[in-house]
């Protein structure tokens, strides 16, 4: 028994050195990193995933990584230091408040220079992607999805020399992709960069990557032909749909095993068998909704890994039998929408539990229900109608061919002049009966936030709701074109104010009269990014602006992009500022209290669109014409510069761009200059508010800002009251209207940095506004007229 004791003890401490080696070692982080985590906390205003986080609290064992309701946040710690920052927000975050700066937050996070992972998703951080990111050095994984930056990826990030992961998906990221990504990051695995807004041919540099594994650049507006991947040996995974890609199939190394290629441009064939019988490793390959004809080669269906294959929406042909092979790990397989003859494979009809075989709209016998096949000629006809020459048609002479489209092309004419005979006679029909029979106003979709993916059209299986937009788009035109012009529904407006698009006026159902804007929508332009406008205009509701109640899509049904957007705007029925101003008769000017209002109107519009969206919209080219009078005299500005809408128009005063009349623009990355050019532009309108004069010049805006500073220069209100309006001279307060020259005098200052804050402006016309008021409720107390004192003030200076 005296020898158990030792053989106890040693037991016993044994158990308790094990179990202080599983207990986790907690180090104290530094100070500076414990106040650099605290700040961040506080730059995104506290959001709820980060509430753990508090003084002498432990940030290295935090809440962990799991996504809850409120977010998700994690720090990783190695001895004192941070090496990992995770923290993920809900889904749907708005932007931060308008004092966030993303320069000051990077600034923040540059205070953790061991920092090897920082993921920062959804948590609201707006602003162009700053340079000071390469101030960590020794970053390995960047991930900024879905936050709202923009601009481009900037070059100081090239300093990323140990990067190998950049995530920066769900952004508002535009310009070119940069070609130093693929020479300054060596060690870049994964570039992903969906849902943006880039623009332009993908960099030859990035095909030569000898790391990159993983290449995701889906939903932009890239376009040309994608670059020799071959030389990217370790490529595995590449995801560029829904750009305007091609034609060129790209070239591909044979480790790929994901190929994403659906709704781009690319066209001819698909690579031979030999060829691909290379991707042995291929799982997944959609090349759906291009412009890919010839014959579909069946050895895709046998490639030994092929587990996912969609070639729908193309032009394919061949012949297909119940012998060809099919792969054993194939579990989704879409051949629709093209021109195959023949019999659905055997190994296709047997399919096993879980596997989805689609193969409707071809030609195919037994391919499920006959509804959804075509008849054999359809497909010959169109393969015919696009220069592939189907099997058995080889020996058919050219005079043959060409005579049988020449017999197809007089068929479609006839059917074409019949089918528009028809629409004229059912228009005109239509055109004379009453408000009631008319198409219903909802026709419009009221939710304009709402996107329509590009596949809704995609075939002939649509939607009823995408069956009322394409007819509401129909209607218009053909109401247009049959000159059956119909004040209840829509109808031209003479007065067009955009070049490349068109305006009509209409009535809905519960009689608002709207007014509608058409505008041509370029291929290269994704359905995703014109969500993303529509999203952005949607969000435009200010009084001061004139706001859009709805939108309708028309596609083309070809190739299921997008070709026309219908924008449905509120009808202002009461003019414009210029033609209450200097083309107005005389009884219905307004009165220079009015003007004032107008023009503060104006001022908080502009207000709105430079900081209450994010990001602002700069650059407006505003104009007098475009600033709408509603029946209450308020001032809407009913123009303003969403992208969307200014690929479609063309400024008529691009001389003014730049403000000091050089003919220049400024250039959008800097919202201060862009800003001071919205200054400018209304430093003009409020010149012809002040003088009542038209405007239709820079030469005319300088010659007016010299007579304007000759009437400032010296203290005779008579001179003042000779440069302005006639019309409201005799009604206005002297320290008014000297309040509003001198702050349009600052507005048209040639050096943007001399020009006026638009907060600085709008309080100057309120101050005027005020003063205006007191003047007129103290000239109405002395004898209620407000013009006699002016008149008794003149006389007296002129006496002296």
Known sequence: MARARPSCFLLVIFFLSVFLALVPETTQLQSSQAWTLLKIQ?????????????????????????????????????GDTVTQLHIAGPPGTPPLPNNFSIGAFVTTLSRLPDLKVLALS???????????LGRLPALEILNMSGNY??????????????????????????????????????????????????????????????????????????????????????????????????????????????????????????????DLAAFYLLERLDVSWNRFVGPFPPALLSLPAIRYLSVAGNRFTGLLSDATPCGDNLRFVDLSANLLTGTVPACLERKKPGTLVLVAENCLDGGGDAAQQHSSPFCQNQALAVGIVTPGKERKSVAGQAGFVAGVVAAVVVAVLVVGL?????????????????????????????????????????????????????????????????????????????????????????????????????????????NRHI????????????SALGHCLEYDLDDSTVTQLYLVFEYVQNGNLRSRISQG????????????????????????????????????NLRITNILIDQNHVAKIGSYNIPIMAEAMKPEFDSWKGGAGAGTKFQTDSPVHSGNTDIFDFGVILLEVVSGKTITSLYEVEILKELMQWAMADEDRVRRRSFADPTV????????????????????????????????????????????DDWEGDARSSDGSPSSQVIRSSRLRLSR
Request: a positive charge; glycine letters at 8%.
């Open 42 to 78: 506080q730059l995104l205003n506290y959001p709820p995933m980060l509430s753990h986080w508090r003084r002498g609290a432990d940030f290295c064992a935090g809440a962990g990584s799991s996504l809850s309701p409120s977010g998700s946040a994690a720090v990783v710690c190695y």
């Open 122 to 132: 959804r948590l609201g951080l707006w602003g162009p992607l700053p340079g000071k």
């Open 149 to 274: 930056l923009f601009s481009g990826i900037p070059r100081g990030m090239s300093r990323l020399a140990a990067l190998q992961t950049l995530v920066l998906d769900d952004n508002l990221l535009g310009g070119a992709v940069p070609a130093w990504v693929g020479t300054q990051l060596p060690s870049l695995s994964l570039l992903s960069l969906r849902n943006n807004s880039f623009q332009g041919p993908v960099p030859a540099s990035i095909g030569a990557m000898p790391s990159l594994r993983s290449l995701a650049l889906a939903s932009n507006n890239l376009s040309g032909n994608l670059p020799d991947l071959t030389r990217a040996r370790s490529l595995q995974t590449i995801d560029v749909s829904n750009n305007a890609l091609g034609p060129a199939f790209p070239k591909l190394g044979r480790k790929v095993v994901t190929v994403a290629l659906s709704r781009n441009r690319f066209g001819g064939g698909l690579p031979a068998a030999a």
């Open 422 to 530: 028809m629409v004229f006679l059912a228009v005109r029909k239509a055109s004379t009966k009453g408000a009631k029979e008319r198409t219903p106003a909802m026709l419009v979709d009221d939710n304009s936030s709402n996107g329509y993916p590009s596949k809704l059209l995609a075939d002939a299986r649509m939607t009823p709701k995408a069956l009322l937009l394409l007819k509401f788009a129909s209607l218009i035109r053909a109401t247009v074109a049959s000159s059956l012009v119909s004040p209840v529904l829509v109808m031209l407006i003479s007065s067009i104010s955009c070049v490349y698009c068109q305006m009509y006026r209409g009535r809905l159902g519960n009689g608002i009269p709207v007014t509608i804007r058409t505008l041509k929508i370029k291929r290269s332009q994704t359905t995703q990014s014109l």
């Open 535 to 546: 999203e952005t205009i949607s969000r435009l509701r200010h009084q001061h602006l004139v």
């Open 585 to 620: 008769t005389e009884g219905c000017k307004l009165t220079w209290a009015q003007r004032i209002s107008a023009a503060i109107g104006v001022a908080k519009g502009i207000q709105f669109l430079h900081g209450g969206i994010i990001p602002g919209i700069y650059e407006n």
């Open 729 to 772: 001279r005799k009604g206005c307060s002297d320290e008014s209207l000297r309040t509003v020259m001198e702050i349009c005098v600052r507005c048209l200052a040639k050096e943007p940095a001399q020009r006026p804050s638009v907060e600085d402006v709008l309080w100057n016309l309120q101050f005027a506004a005020q003063v205006q």
